[in-house]
């Protein structure tokens, strides 16, 4: 099947304002970052051309290495942990009746508090001298200290992040699996479907777009994760939870090393973009060899 | 294969004041092709579903072959029932879809593949048997939908409930009468639930028309057409439906428009209300013999022409064939063996032939 397109350049001139929009608010800023990142400076705006010099210093640098991968080992186990979760959570809420404002209430809670407040939140909560979870454990016999221990460190992030969004990825599966027509559960009951089967085969394949986009922002977020981790634990005991974000604000920031900060953001970026184009690659590649095929409407 | 026996039944839906279903006895034999007829909203889906054991009734009884099965799952009532819009698994390819019924129920693999090969061949979907089903027309997902309920050769019974609503009019045919072929093969039992009059006359030996969550009769389309048992069977079947004319009842004979009918009996019950029942094919157009009939409009729809017209302020349609001449100031007369009398509404005699 072609269809002749009617070609017209004027169409350019109506997303002009967009272009604008995110030129001044995203390329422009971005262009000022790439300018440190290529050179020294030493004060009073005097700058030096070094080349690609600092971006082969971080991707060099063991610091970096060890950062990238404690950020790619906490996005994974977020994942790991929350997708499931929210699935589950989301397939034992109530579809009708006065319980599901209760359950969306609650499960929208923990979104609206700003991060940092989350970070304190837990910052205190797993105190072992004052806080409930921490003074708990310990009376409970357990040697638990975030501060010290870093096991414990990287637990009470773990749990604190589960507990902060879990909720985002129930809700998008809800909003998923209350679309889902009655009809598909009865043929699926005259069809004599376990309730395995029923999950792998008609609500999993329904929420699948929304399980993308769930992933992408999870991963998105946890990747890039700051303000918590910086409250709670400040990126020690040593630096086991000092991720990309917190190591690259104590370059920038803590040692005013502008450019390798500037060359670092850049790959930080640049990771991220990557990762997240695998990620929509593979999981809509299964989508698009379908409708090549002239996939008929839903 | 199973008889299946209603007693008592009727539904109310929890939060609805009014019942969805009245009252019903029935009993319908094994091996029957069924037609539940009737316009939307008269309450075929939920007796489908009642049926099927989707829904449970809020009264009485379902038996199918003298068992009682209302409190068993459909799983459990072994029953297949084919939904109005596809419903398929859309991971799965055309044959996985269709073999996921059989799958479920622990059948032998060879055994799964015949009756997948058989059914694919039946809806002429062998070209397609190993695409992902997603990647259908609605066409061919809704015969996945009807091969699903074909490929279980077990079944108490077969409920299709509209199944054709989304299908082509030219494949509409060719799906009705492949139906048919699988029922004289199989003899399985099956409901077919349908608003069109063409599919359930063409479809079933037995025809129940439904009205206003009662069913008004049950009879071959021949029954449904010479003796309509309520006013509305009358009106639904035929194309245009059966006139229905306010009359009055004088002994034995009814009074129309100032004219005597003579009836089959005489009917004794003076507070009903009383009307007459004529097909338009029953209705003589002649120069001068009978009542004068003002003519609103006529409708030439192929082979007939539809005369409509007014006696007495009375709304009134005829046939005529094509080509027959059409009086100037026709009047009309009725062949009164083709007459019904309805006491409100509910079929109480009929006209006395000559």
């Known amino acids: ?298 | 294969m199973a008889s299946i026996q209603l007693q008592s039944l009727a539904h109310r839906y929890p939060s609805a004041p009014d019942y969805a279903l009245n009252s019903m006895q029935q009993n319908w034999s094994d091996g029957g092709a069924y037609a539940l007829l009737g316009p939307s909203g008269c309450g075929k889906t939920t007796l489908l579903n009642i049926i099927s054991g989707l829904l449970r009734p809020s009264e009485g009884r379902v038996l199918f072959d003298d068992i009682d099965v209302t409190d068993l799952t459909t799983e459990q009532r072994n029953i297949a029932q084919v939904f109005q819009f596809p419903v398929v698994y859309d991971t799965m390819t055309v044959a996985d879809n269709l073999a996921f019924p059989l799958r479920n129920r622990g059948i032998a693999k060879n055994e799964i593949e015949k009756r997948v090969a058989d059914v694919l061949q039946m809806l002429d979907l062998q070209d397609r048997a190993s695409d992902r089903a997603r990647s259908l027309t609605a066409d061919d997902k809704q015969k996945i939908s009807l091969g699903r309920g074909l490929v279980r050769t077990d079944v108490q019974a077969i409920l299709f409930d509209e199944p054709l609503t989304v299908i082509d009019p030219h494949l509409k045919w060719q799906l009705r009468t492949e139906l048919k072929k699988i029922h004289q093969r199989f003899q399985h039992t099956m409901i077919y639930v349908t608003h069109d009059q063409t599919e359930a006359l063409t479809f079933a030996d037995q025809v129940i028309v439904m009205y206003e969550g009662a069913v008004v009769q049950i009879g071959t389309p021949q029954q449904l057409f010479e003796t309509p048992e309520h006013t509305f069977v009358g009106k639904f079947i035929g194309s245009p439906g059966m006139n229905v004319l306010s009359c009055e009842v004088d002994g034995s004979e009814a009074v129309f428009a100032g004219k005597r009918i003579p009836l089959d009996k005489a009917i004794d019950n003076p507070n009903a209300r009383f009307e007459l029942g004529i097909r338009p094919e029953h209705i003589r157009l002649s120069a001068s013999e009978g009542m004068p009939l003002t003519v609103t409009a006529l409708e030439d729809v192929g082979r007939h022409v539809i005369v409509r017209g007014e006696i007495a302020g009375t709304q009134l349609s005829a046939l005529v064939k094509d080509g027959v001449a059409i009086p100037e100031n026709p009047c009309v007369s009725f062949d009164s063996a083709h007459i019904n009398l309805y006491a409100d509404d509910y079929r109480v005699g009929s006209g006395r032939g000559d």
């Open chain 1, 1 to 298: 099947m072609s269809i002749q397109k009617v070609q017209n350049n004027k169409a350019w001139f109506m997303v002009m304002p967009v272009l604008i929009l995110v030129a001044i608010s995203a390329i422009i800023p971005l262009m000022t970052v790439v300018n440190y990142s290529v050179q020294d400076t030493f004060g009073n705006n005097e700058f030096f051309w070094v080349g690609t010099e600092w971006f082969e210093e971080i991707l060099s640098s063991e610091r970096f290495h060890n950062a990238l991968l404690r950020t790619l080992l906490f996005s994974g186990l977020i994942l790991a942990i929350e997708i499931p979760l929210g699935i589950l959570i989301a397939l034992a809420m109530p579809k009708r009746g006065w319980a599901v404002s209760v359950c969306l209430v609650l499960m929208a809670l923990p979104l609206l508090i700003p991060w940092n407040v989350v970070g304190t939140i837990w910052q205190v909560f797993g105190r072992v001298d004052i806080g409930l979870l921490g003074h708990g454990l310990a009376s409970l016999g357990i040697d638990y200290n975030y501060t010290q221990d870093n096991l414990d460190a990287w637990l009470t992030l773990i749990l604190m992040d589960v507990w902060h969004w879990t909720s985002l990825v129930v809700l998008l599966c809800y909003s998923g699996l209350v679309s889902i027509p009655e009809v598909y559960y009865q043929a699926a009951w005259i069809d004599g479907a376990s309730r395995w089967a029923v999950f792998r085969f008609i609500q999993l394949p329904k929420i699948k777009r929304v399980l993308l986009i769930a992933v992408l922002l999870r991963f998105m977020d946890s990747f890039m994760i700051y303000t918590e981790p910086f409250v709670v634990t400040g990126g020690g005991p040593g630096n086991i939870t000092t991720f990309l974000s917190i190591d690259l604000v104590q370059m920038a920031v803590g040692q005013f090393d502008l450019g390798p900060a500037a060359a670092m953001s850049l790959i930080y970026f640049l990771i991220i973009l990557l990762v997240c184009w695998i990620f929509y690659t593979v999981m809509t590649s299964y989508d698009n060899d379908e409708q090549s095929n002239g996939g008929g409407p839903q």
